[in-house]
């Protein structure tokens, strides 16, 4: 049971600020997350879901608690070491997309490969695999500004599943899209996540795309309210 | 890791060119300025310290009168007799030429030119650092009886016969005709600005006699075996000449000993600074160019920290974030310096020829603005960069 804890979060808390303005985000989250689970985490605006999912990302540190990912402390690791969990293990989407501006999708894609050192003709064969992958063959050598919103969201997740992360961290990754589009990236992430079993954690607004995922972690104030498998009564 | 950081720099490079190409253009402005200033001045005091020395060095030069305040027009010429106590008296002498000069028409054939004549001897080529282009100096007999004899510049060469050689040839100065025994080879304009071969040069006898009239020498040019012992034989020099116009202790000097080394120094020292004050005003332009730099770059800094917030969260290293930027930097700054050294280069040899001056290179101003506009780069491009590379990945996305 506990080797198929991939992330065990007890007692994270966040506060922003200091003294008189300090602000708690976070008051304490415990959390595990199973290999292969594909999570969606739901809340009201401000309720620190995104604190959460950047602390999991290790894109911020928490204030205090503790942050076990396969195994191994991350709140005792370093900046580098934590940079390398990213590299080897995650992967992320935001809601902006956060592509490189002016730069063709197949480099956005091939970015992370850079990082690891993958040979040049590696490189080019993953990343023009996922560009297929997220049916984007076509569009390689066009720029964020020559594509539509939506693909854009998939070259950053081409860009984010190219490494085979082990999970994939998403941020409202529908939230600036429309309906038939948002249905399309869920889609590709439940893809992601059946065929390739890469663990999905997803902060979604919407009832209907945190129906893709198998279990839904309710955030109020801070706070985990409620955590449901799909189809349980809460 | 160096390999690929370097393709990362390349790509952002070519990513953001009016960026990283008004970068370059901010560097090359600066370094072409400074270096072309720099050259330019150095070639200014070069060639008037050429002009300088073909006025001969180690020379005194002596002539009646002060050189300013009452009483200089009355101050009497000097006499051969002085010419030949400072040959014999004064130890440290080598040559004493004595000169008397007159303004006058030379006439060639249809031809006419006002010149210069000097009348002096032999040893006159010699003080002045004259060389010959043709022909010969005069022989003794000449200077003892005062033969109608000259030796000609090159511009008067040029104004009476042409690319012709004078040599043989006889101009008409007054009422006498003169043979042309010998062509002096070119020193160009002098310091000060005039045409030194614009002369014309006989023998002090035949100037007296045919020309003045009267015994009377309005110069001595003298040159000294060694430049160490200059200033010991001006003071000789002033000495015998007091002594010898029997002027009273009390009386000041009614002639004037000018040193010809003491020109230079002032003079190259004027060029000098003209040239600290030009390679100045191009440090300036080289500033400029480094602030516009730093406002491009100040400019691009929340792009830059998003995208470096991105190359952080797909799990860049923060040295390698680093050391991209750097590499960048570099590239840039280099290039721009490469560039401007090639544009100085091309401009100063281009105005070195129109403003006749000779163009020398200097290592020492091209490798210090090579090296100021490598820093110049390094600091605004690399500085910003490095901050945002400390920050929490999730501060340097957010950045705004
Ligand atoms: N960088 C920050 N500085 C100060 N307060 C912050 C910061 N980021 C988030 N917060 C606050 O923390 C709370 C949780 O934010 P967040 O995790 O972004 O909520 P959400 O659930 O909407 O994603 C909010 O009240 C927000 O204002
Ligand atoms: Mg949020």
Redesign the interface.
Known sequence: MSDETLIRLSGITKTYGSGQAAFQALKGIDLAIQSGDFVAIMGHSGSGKSTTM?IL?????PTSGSYRFLGAHVEQMS??QR??L???Y?G?I?QGF??????TAL?NVE??L????EPVAVRHQMARSALEQVGLRDWENHTPAELSGGQQQRVAIA?AIV?RPVVLLADEPTGNLDTRTSREIMELISTFNREHGITVLMVTHEPDMAAYAGRVIRFVDGRVENDSRNGEAS | ?LW?TL??AL?AIR??LMRSFLTVLGIVIGVAAVITMVTLGNGATKSVSDQISSMGSNMLIVIPGQRFGPGSEGAPSFKSADVDAVRNQITAVERVAPMVNKTVTAVYQAKNWSTVVYGTSNDYFQAGNWKLAGGRTFNETEERAGKAVCVIGETVRNKLFGRQNPVGSEIRIKQFACEVVGLLKSKGQSAMGQDQDDIVVMPLRTVQRRLTGSQDINRLTVSVKNSSSIDAAKKQLTLLMRERRKISDNEEDDFRVMDTRQIAETLTSTTKILTALLGAVAAVSLLVGGIGIMNIMLVSVT?RT??I??????????R?VLLQFLIEAVVLSSLGGMVGIALATGASIILARLMNIPYLFDLGINLLSFLFSAAIGVIFGFFPARRAAGL????A?RHE
Do not use: H, K, Q, V
């Open positions: 950047n990302g290790c894109l911020d540190t900046r580098n940079a390398l990213r590299r080897n995650l992320f935001f956060n592509l490189l501006s002016r730069t480099e970015l992370p850079i990082y690891r050192g860009r490494t | 890791m690929n393709l990362l790509r990513r953001n792009e998003r995208e917030g991105i190359r952080l969260a797909i799990g860049a290293l923060e390698e929490n990945p999730i501060d996305l």
